[in-house]
Every structure is written in C-alpha cells, then in structure tokens.
C-alpha cells in the first residue's frame, strides 16, 4: 500500500532551523513530482514547496513567495525521500505540515496536482 510518512517536525525560537523528510513506500509506479503544504489554523492549506523527480524537468523546484531563500527542498538518489530544510523560521510558518505526491505534472504548488498525502506533521515557531 502506498503511503507517504512525514518525520522532524517539532518546536523551535524564531530564528531558528528544522529539517522535516518524508518518505514514500509502497508505490508501484513512478511518482513525477512530490511537495510540502502547510495549514494555519484558520487559514486554507497552501503549496511551501514542490520539486519534480521524473521527466525532462527532473529536479526542477518551486517556491511559496514567502519561504524563497530561507526553504530549501531535496530528494535523496533514490527519490523515494524529500526533505524541507526550513531556516530563519518565523511565527508565521507556525502550521501542520504536509507531505503530497502525484504521478503527473500539474499546476506547480496546487493541492489538485497531488493525489497522496501525509498525516501532517507540527511545526510551531515561537517569537
């Protein structure tokens, strides 16, 4: 069964790093891109970051405005791990994190371009 576990979430000062991964197992076909989402409380989820494993766009990545140069998004060789390396946290980043996956090549950062998803990990920033 195909399934997507996220890991690293946790709570952190403002100014601060945190490294969350997420591994896909179980998937009997290629993935074509996976991301991170996140959700505020009160807020709708949004796109963090995405990044493409297969095709001609392989490696490609895509950012939320407002985590350009402070986010990073990676795959391990294999690309069944990617990770979210998250520097100069803020309070406003504090949300659910969520790893997705998907099988083809939709809107970059849209939840319709992912069909699986994690069960969301905690991130809480504090000022």
């Known amino acids: 069964q195909a399934q997507l576990r996220e890991s690293g979430g946790g709570s952190v000062q403002a100014g601060e790093s945190l490294t969350l991964s997420c591994t896909a197992s179980?998937?009997?076909?290629?993935?074509?891109?996976m991301g991170w989402f996140r959700q505020a409380p009160g807020k709708e989820r949004e796109g963090v970051a995405d990044?493409?494993?297969?095709?001609?766009?392989?490696?490609?990545?895509a950012y939320l405005g407002s985590v350009k140069g402070r986010f990073t998004i990676s795959r391990n060789n294999d690309k069944s791990t990617i990770y979210l390396q998250m520097n100069s946290l803020k309070s406003d980043d504090t949300a659910i994190y969520y790893c997705?996956?998907?099988?083809?090549?939709?809107?970059?950062?849209?939840?319709?371009?992912?069909?699986?998803w994690g069960q969301g990990t905690q991130v809480t920033v504090s000022s």
């Open positions: 997705a996956a998907g099988s083809s090549f939709g809107k970059r950062l849209d939840s319709a371009s992912f069909r699986d």
């Open positions: 179980g998937y009997t076909y290629s993935l074509a891109r």
């Open positions: 990044i493409t494993l297969s095709g001609y766009s392989a490696g490609s990545t």
